[in-house]
């Protein structure tokens, strides 16, 4: 019996999953849903015969992990559809979705991509890479470089003494995009008394291992792990890196399940070394409502929700407003605004409008994926508020707002 027949004889197709799922919820298309999904992928494997109707019902998933979030028999739908898109996209995948993953992947290459892409007229690629990458118009904007602007260092009486050492992953979007995360990640971890080891550990393979290109997660699985060999603490701030990484041991990494159990995603991390007591008494922050979006491969794939939460409702000053649907993909999904615009399109503008309803002033995730696109509906938006990763509003707690 292979994996792939192993893993999708688990479900029972009972459906409880169906209404959990974006794509099902737009579409109302039982090829667009987890059990439309796992019965194609099953009856593929059978048949050996992946053909292009079962790649497209494939592509048009989210990855979001939801239909596990809901399903009563643990059923795993993330590897199976790593497994089943590693399958299909060998007949049928799109060789520009490898050559863009790739790219963002390396951060010196995206830093380039990014740069270039500050240079073209307008938001958005040129038509003519839209058609070569989806066949549909674009939707998302090219992202461009951000304008760096720390906080002042941290007065030495706010430190306590340092009591650990940790490894912080820096990754690849994730610290061009956003370099200002890291730097409240570093700021919270200290303030809790941890420094972090400096490593030259780049991706970590996820937006590969996601898209089903499993050989190469793995090479970067192997090159993280040795990068980051010394037995400490490995923090991560980006949900779908998090949720790699802890799954190393299964489908890629089978040799890396101690190194799997080293990781912690911030949030956590930070909670269980007593930032909210320090939240408790310190606020520079005064009468904002926030709103949390739940990113899918936090609250779905690491089953992380409650923690983000508390820890923003442990800050004096902070009312936090329940967001409807907020453990709905926004869409962004890895590369899916990319390569499956329309889609993502109207999930945006779902999740948008659920967040104006809130009247809240800040929003916040706990992913970059989520937050560029979010903040992407915020520019277009006639109401723009802020668009924050989690660990930028609490260490803005202590720090401020930057301007
Ligand atoms: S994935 Fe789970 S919830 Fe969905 S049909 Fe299969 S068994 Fe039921
Ligand atoms: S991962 Fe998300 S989009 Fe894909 S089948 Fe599951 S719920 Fe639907």
């Known amino acids: 019996m292979s994996k792939l027949s192993d893993l999708t004889s688990q479900c029972i197709r009972c459906g409880f999953c169906l209404e959990s799922c974006p794509t099902f919820l737009i579409t109302g298309d039982e090829s667009q849903s987890p059990r439309g999904r796992i019965t194609l992928a099953r009856e593929a494997d059978q048949t050996k015969s992946w053909d292009e109707s079962t790649h497209q019902a494939l592509d048009t998933c989210l990855g979001c992990r939801a239909c596990e979030t809901a399903c009563p028999s643990g059923v795993q739908y993330g590897k199976i559809l790593e497994l089943a898109r590693s399958e299909s996209q060998s007949k ?7 050559t863009l993953i790739n790219t963002i992947s390396n951060h010196k290459l995206a830093r380039l991509q990014f740069a270039l892409g500050g240079l073209l007229p307008g938001k958005k690629p040129p038509s003519f890479i839209s058609k070569l990458l989806s066949g549909q118009p674009a939707e998302a904007n090219a992202p461009t470089l951000p304008e760096l602007n720390p906080w002042p260092p941290i007065p030495v009486e706010e ?16 610290r061009v995009l956003y370099p200002g995360v890291h730097e409240a990640t570093r700021r919270l971890l200290r303030r809790v008394g941890f420094t972090v080891r400096e490593s030259n550990a780049g991706c970590c393979g996820a937006l590969q291992a996601h898209a089903g290109y499993l050989p190469e997660a793995e090479s970067r699985a192997q090159a993280l792990a040795a990068a980051m060999s010394d037995d400490l603490p490995v923090i991560i701030n ?3 890196c998090g949720s790699t990484i802890k799954e190393y041991g299964s489908l890629i990494g089978e040799n890396l399940g101690h190194f799997a159990h080293r990781a912690h995603d911030a949030t956590t991390f930070l909670a269980d070394n007593g930032l909210t007591s320090l939240l408790e008494t310190t606020s520079k922050l005064k009468n904002i409502t926030v709103t949390y979006h739940e990113a899918c491969h936090l609250v779905h794939g690491q089953k992380i929700s409650q923690t983000p939460k508390d820890l923003l409702q442990s800050i004096p000053g902070i009312t936090l407003a329940p967001l409807a649907e907020a453990d709905l993909c926004c869409g962004s999904a890895g590369t899916y605004n990319v390569f499956q615009p329309a889609k993502a399109r109207e999930l945006l503008n779902r999740k948008w409008a659920n967040i104006a309803q809130t009247q809240a002033q800040i929003v916040v995730t706990g992913n970059p994926g989520c937050q560029s696109w979010i903040e992407q509906a915020n520019q277009e938006s006639d109401r723009p508020i802020r668009v924050l990763h989690t660990l930028e509003l609490l260490e803005s707690t202590f720090s401020g707002l930057r301007i």
């Open 159 to 174: 430190l306590p003494p340092v009591i650990g050492e940790v490894y912080l992953l820096e990754g690849c979007v994730m």
């Open 238 to 240: 980006s949900a779908g």
């Open 92 to 98: 049928h995948g799109n060789p520009y979705q490898k």
